[in-house]
């Protein structure tokens, strides 16, 4: 087994492992640490196969800025597991069919004529001065430029909607606009009053 | 050089490239620990003498042996566990903290060819591993099960994030007009130009075209490493030490060399790809390691400045500057920067 193999079956181990522990894990935090480190091996299988402008990304995006809010969510959750577990063998019907047939779906897919080793050879291997990042680009840029806008536009909207749906004012409280605050004159706030000393 | 290594190698043998790179690592890890433990001295000097005070000055001649008697003292100090902390993940948070912040020494350029590992993407990786910084901080501050050290990993989580994405705007006018995400090429991208023709190096590094990015770089970068005045993360007269309230000995040590060697990396980094890293500000002086590490130790200054003259900034204050000032700023000067490259007046034919 040559060092690359080593390092994919390494790379898969943790990420089937973590994967395992993300559903399994009774505390959400523990959860949602484990996705990070599946993200993260992902990042490493996805390094092996050149494509490093896309393996850093999804570090950068998913471990660096999903991942964190993610957390920033679940640490402040005050679950009750004894609840969540109520209605369990009543909902195992249902989900027992979702999953089988997730993994129907998954098996057509993978074991499929687009998925088998013949269909996704091994990449070539690169020459001296290619840059994948330059690639990826040239390609997202000519080629596949009206999907590329097409998606950002979508994810715009996507933002704004969210944003709208969730910006609400209130009237009645006291919050101060710093901008406003910062433009503060000392004639606004201070008065100075000429006064005679009195006396006792 | 060669002649002395080669009976080494062949020495080791098969396994010779890694005992390399482990001797590399080294290379750069030890000195990088004595920077930071001088730098906390620095701090106190420099701090004490814009306070009028002395500083430091019992331990050894001058007080430079300070940081040696605070590390023994640390390293012999009990490491208390909460009783409700969770233990795991309590240790993990100390060694997240350090560790990105020393993996990303990895692909810093220090000299002309004096890097570990020169990717082509190294700029990318920086910012990866910068992004990752963040969980130290964040576990330490939830697995210590105290209310202190929740709020400050609820703040680092939400000024970390915001602050990164004004630093990585800022980032993409850097390589827009290097068009390299390599760092060693970023440098050897500023020393051309014309001020660089005229014999003056300086006026063609990236921080006068780039004068807007290299103050947001700058600042989110003290940001980024939860440095005064944006330390609300620590805020002891608000949250007591915030994440590390719960840590003694050598598991608050390694949260103090993590935050020190991120003051550093971010100085490196500032460096390197506004002031032109190791080259020479002048023509007639040679370019060498020295102007990199004058360049670093000048920012490292500016951040201790920085503690010594701002007021700690309220934490909606912090948040403001982050979202409504510098994410439009920079959004803005993408665009600048874009045009300005198309059009005949581009610096960088």
Request: proline share 4%; hydrophobic share 60%.
């Amino acid at each position: 087994m040559d060092f690359q193999s080593i390092v994919f079956y390494f790379f898969s181990t943790v990420m089937v492992l973590a994967s395992l522990r993300v559903i399994t894990a009774r505390n959400p935090v523990h959860a949602a640490l484990f996705l990070v480190l599946a993200f993260f091996s992902a990042g490493g299988i996805w390094m092996l196969l050149h494509a490093e402008f896309l393996a850093i990304a999804l570090v950068m995006v998913y471990v660096g800025a999903v991942m964190v809010l993610f957390l920033f969510v679940v640490m402040m959750l005050d679950i009750n597991l004894e609840r969540i577990r109520q209605g369990f063998w009543s909902y195992l019907p249902v989900g027992a069919l979702i999953g089988v047939l997730m993994v129907v779906e998954m098996v057509m897919v993978l074991g499929g004529r687009y998925f088998g080793l013949d269909a996704m050879p091994k990449p070539a291997e690169v020459e001296q001065g290619y840059s994948n990042t330059k690639e990826l680009g040239r390609l997202l840029y000519t080629e596949y430029v009206y999907p590329f806008e097409l998606a950002s536009i979508v994810l715009l909207v996507a933002m704004v909607a969210a944003v709208a749906l969730t910006l609400r004012k209130r009237k009645n409280v006291k919050i101060i606009d710093p901008a406003e605050q910062v433009a503060v004159k000392r004639d606004d706030r201070v008065r100075i009053v000429s006064m005679r000393a009195e006396k006792e | 050089m060669d002649a002395f290594i080669e009976p080494v190698a062949t020495l080791f043998g098969g396994a010779w490239p890694l005992v390399w790179s482990l001797l590399k690592i080294i290379g750069i890890i030890a000195p990088l620990f004595l920077c930071v433990a001088y730098l906390t001295l620095a701090e106190r000097k420099v701090i004490g003498y814009m306070q009028v005070r002395i500083g430091p000055n019992r331990v050894g001649p001058l007080g430079l042996l300070q940081p040696i008697a605070d590390g023994v003292k640390l390293l012999l100090k009990e490491i208390i566990v909460p009783s409700g902390a969770n233990k795991g993940l309590f240790i993990v948070g100390p060694v997240l903290a350090l560790g990105p912040a020393l993996a990303a020494w990895s692909v810093v350029p220090f000299s002309d060819g004096w890097v570990i590992g020169n990717v082509d993407a190294g700029l990318l990786f920086l910012l990866a591993v910068t992004s990752i910084e963040v969980y130290g901080v964040i576990i330490a501050g939830w697995a210590s099960n105290s209310k202190y050290a929740f709020l400050g990993g609820v703040r680092a989580a939400a000024q970390m994030v915001s602050y990164e994405i004004a630093m990585g705007f800022a980032l993409v006018c850097v390589l827009m007009i290097s068009s390299s995400l390599n760092l060693s090429d970023i440098v050897a991208s500023q020393g051309k130009g014309q001020g660089a023709e005229l014999g003056l190096g300086f006026l063609s590094w990236n921080w006068l075209p780039l004068f807007p990015m290299f103050i947001v770089y700058l600042i989110s970068g003290i940001a980024e490493t939860n440095r005064a005045p944006f330390d609300v993360v620590e805020g002891e007269s608000e949250i007591v030490a915030g994440h590390m309230v719960e840590y003694s000995g050598m598991a608050f040590a390694l949260f103090f060399l993590g935050e020190y060697a991120n003051m550093i990396l971010i100085s490196a980094l500032t460096s390197i790809l506004f002031l032109g890293g190791w080259l020479s500000p002048v023509s007639f002086l040679p370019d060498g390691f020295v102007w990199l590490a004058l360049k670093i130790s000048f920012i490292l200054f500016l951040f201790l400045w920085f503690r010594a003259t701002f007021p700690r900034f309220r934490y909606d204050h912090i948040m403001r500057l982050g979202w409504k000032v510098f994410i439009p700023l920079t959004l803005f000067w993408v665009v600048v920067v874009a045009v300005w490259i198309m059009s005949p007046l581009s610096l960088w034919k």
